[in-house]
């Protein structure tokens, strides 16, 4: 298995290390996702969703392909220090 895949693998399982703020906006009518650690790379909300499920749904969709970009790109995750 390359070695690309095998780190996007191992910093998929450390998601518990980002956060997600989920808050419902009445001027949307949606949840709005916020990805805190994301905030300098990422326009906020992240996504969104019709419901509080959908929208943790989407917000873990968001993190799963930041992450993945990140990595194919050679840049450190947010909660990585830069060598």
Known sequence: MPRKIRQLKADLQKQ???SMLIE???EDQAY???LPE???RVIMP???G???SEAVQHGQEALE???H?????GEPLPHQKRT
């Not at 970009?69 to 790109?73: L, M, R, S, T």
Request: charge should be negative; hydrophobic fraction near 40%; glycine fraction near 0%.
């Open 16 to 18: 518990e290390h980002n």
């Open 38 to 40: 994301w905030a300098e």
């Open 32 to 34: 709005l996702v916020t």
């Open 46 to 48: 992240a996504t969104q």
């Open 24 to 26: 419902w906006s009445e």
């Open 65 to 67: 392909l930041l992450m």
């Open 69 to 73: 970009n990140a990595i194919q790109d």
């Open 50 to 52: 019709s419901t509080y």
